[in-house]
C-alpha cells in the first residue's frame, strides 16, 4: 500500500493502463525499477516491477483506469441493494475482505480487460501506439511480431500485486471502431471505420 505522505507526481494519463496494462507489454518488461533508485534507498522496501507501482497508483486514486473494479458497477449496485447498503459502504467492505477486487490486480481474467475500443483521429495501432507488436498479439490476437518471451519463460521478476497467469490472454477486444479521415495501419486493423471531418473540412 502507498505510504499516506506520498503525493502524484503528474496528471492522471489513461493512456498508461492500454499501453501497460490492457497490451500485456508487463509480462515481457525487463527493467527492474532498483536500475533507476537512488543508491541511498533500501531496495528491500521497493518492488521490481513498473506495474507494481501503476497498481498502487490506481487504489490510491492517482491513475485512472477501466474497469476498476473485477464486477460490473451495475451489478455491484444490485448487490448492494441485496446486502441493503449503501454502494459506498458495500465496496469499502468488500474490498476489505477481498471478495471484490481491483481489476488492474488480475490483468489476464477475462472479466478484467476491455472488449471495445473506439479510436478517433489517432493511428494508436501503428505509430501512435508505443507497443506496437504487443497490441496487435495481446488486443487483437492477429499476426504480430513479438520476439521475446515473457516474464515467466525467461524466469524474470514478476509483479507482487498482480496475479501472474501462466498464459497471457490474447485477442482481448472483439470490436475496434475507427474514426478517422485516412485510412492509417488502425483503420486497417478495424472492424468498423467511420470518416470523419479534418480542419479544412469544417
Not at 490483468?107 to 475500443?117: A, E, Q, V
Not at 501462466?166 to 482481448?172: H, L, R, S, Y
Given at each position: 500500500r502507498l505510504r499516506p505522505r506520498l503525493e502524484p507526481s503528474a496528471a492522471p494519463d489513461e493512456r498508461h493502463q492500454l499501453l501497460l496494462h490492457h497490451s500485456?507489454?508487463?509480462?515481457?518488461?525487463k527493467?527492474?525499477?532498483?536500475?533507476?533508485?537512488?543508491?541511498l534507498a533500501d531496495k528491500s522496501q521497493f518492488p521490481e516491477h513498473m506495474l507494481d507501482y501503476h497498481i498502487r497508483a490506481e487504489r490510491a486514486g492517482w491513475l485512472p483506469s477501466a474497469p476498476q473494479l473485477n464486477r460490473n458497477p451495475l451489478q455491484i449496485c444490485r448487490d448492494a441493494e441485496a446486502a441493503g447498503m449503501s454502494p459506498v459502504d458495500y465496496v469499502t467492505q468488500s474490498l476489505k475482505d477481498g471478495s471484490l477486487k481491483f481489476a488492474c490486480?488480475?490483468?489476464?481474467?477475462?472479466?478484467?480487460?476491455?472488449?471495445?475500443?473506439?479510436?478517433?483521429?489517432?493511428?494508436?495501432?501503428?505509430?501512435?501506439?508505443?507497443?506496437?507488436?504487443?497490441?496487435?498479439?495481446?488486443?487483437?490476437?492477429?499476426k504480430n511480431g513479438v520476439m521475446n518471451e515473457d516474464l515467466g519463460k525467461r524466469d524474470g521478476f514478476k509483479p507482487l500485486e498482480a496475479e501472474w497467469q501462466?498464459?497471457?490472454?490474447?485477442?482481448?477486444l472483439d470490436l475496434v471502431t475507427t474514426l478517422d479521415f485516412r485510412m492509417s495501419s488502425t483503420c486497417v486493423y478495424s472492424d468498423i471505420v467511420l470518416p470523419t471531418a479534418t480542419w479544412y473540412e469544417k
Open positions: 500485456s507489454q508487463w509480462r515481457h518488461e527493467m527492474s525499477i532498483h536500475e533507476v533508485l537512488s543508491p490486480e488480475q490483468p489476464d481474467n477475462p472479466d478484467n480487460f476491455p472488449r471495445n475500443m473506439f479510436v478517433w483521429r489517432s493511428n494508436l495501432l501503428g505509430s501512435s501506439g508505443k507497443g506496437h507488436e504487443y497490441m496487435l498479439k495481446y488486443l487483437l490476437g492477429t501462466d498464459e497471457g490472454a490474447i485477442g482481448k
